[in-house]
């Protein structure tokens, strides 16, 4: 054993530890003794001769060092985790692609057709990974990437898959109350959540209804995912690409509060499938794409 490295077990046990906020709760996810991870810790702390842990009574807190450790560790296991995976899912003639994606279109446009890949696909792996900023693809590990733009990143080859098509304004039912619909001005009355990247949104929204824009008041969230589970919580009316909320307009968490047609965004705008130059004809990240495009069709 490397002699700087400690056991990958007392490692597991502190990340555990120091997520949950618990030795017991760590105890019972590994699936081990309270008292065995208590061990593992203290043989962790004394090899590294530092607290990773203030002990309250029966709580426990990470020190600011055991904070900045437990941040290092957590990444670390993450990555050897990964390379696992990676490993187990090599087989003949099959191929792993790493796909960079906003983790929204992700969870909701995604991952439910990831049954039909696999059938359509059977010998790809495909790991995704949330990113929501542009980056370049020929300086990291990824293979393509899936993002909203208006183009072609610089050094990549691809192609628009999918138009994002109209939003709509949407709440939780119990935010209505008994009322079915809303006025407008009703509508400016309630607190109007809003995309940190779309701060126009609202204002472009009702505009396009043809009234003053009100006081645009309400909070503002990075994803649209935690928009929607804001506005499905009761805390406001949200405006999201229909194709983002399918599921929870189906299943009725949340409802289009008023009779304005819904918006389309700016046609220049797409969600792009980008990947490096120069792929052979029949490479599986050409395959991954064809796919994506006949299932944005369909």
């Given at each position: ?24 709760r ?9 008292s065995?991870v208590?061990?593992q810790?203290?043989g ?5 001769g ?13 020190t ?31 191929r ?22 696999a059938?359509?696909?059977p010998?790809l ?14 300086e ?18 691809g ?14 039912p ?26 126009r949104?609202w ?10 824009p ?6 503002r ?30 299943h ?21 499938f ?13 395959q991954?794409?064809?796919?994506l495009?006949?299932s944005?069709?369909?």
């Open positions: 054993m490397r002699k700087g490295i400690p056991s990958l077990t007392a490692l597991q046990m502190f990340e555990a530890a120091a997520r949950l906020g618990s030795f017991t760590a105890a019972d996810e590994l699936a081990v003794t309270e065995a208590c061990r810790i203290a962790l702390e004394a090899r590294l530092i607290a990773l842990f203030h002990r309250i009574r029966k709580r426990i807190a990470l600011p060092a055991g904070g900045i450790y437990a941040d290092e560790v957590r990444q670390r296991l993450e990555q050897i985790e990964q390379v696992t995976l990676d490993v187990m899912a090599q087989r003949p003639l099959g792993s692609i790493e796909l960079a994606i906003g983790p929204t279109f992700a969870s909701h446009w995604l991952v439910p057709r990831l049954p039909d890949m059938r359509a696909l010998d792996t495909l790991n995704l990974s949330s990113r929501t900023e542009p980056f370049e693809l020929a990291t590990a990824f293979d393509a990437a899936i993002y909203y733009g208006e183009g072609i990143w610089p050094g990549t080859e192609e628009p898959i999918l138009q994002e098509g109209p939003s709509v304004p949407v709440c939780s119990a935010l209505l109350g008994r009322r079915k619909r809303l006025d407008l001005e009703q509508l400016g009355e309630l607190p109007l959540l809003h995309l940190t990247t779309r701060l949104a204002s472009d929204w009702f505009t396009a209804a043809g009234v003053a009100p006081t645009l008041r309400g909070p969230y990075d994803l649209y995912t935690m928009l929607a589970q804001a506005a499905a919580a009761g805390l406001g009316v949200a405006l999201i690409p229909r194709i983002l909320i399918a599921a929870e307009l189906e009725g968490r949340l409802v289009v509060p008023v009779r304005m047609p819904a918006v389309a965004p700016d046609n220049r705008k797409a969600y792009y980008v990947h490096r130059r120069g792929l052979e004809p029949g490479d599986k990240v050409l991954l794409r064809d796919w495009r006949a944005a069709a369909g």
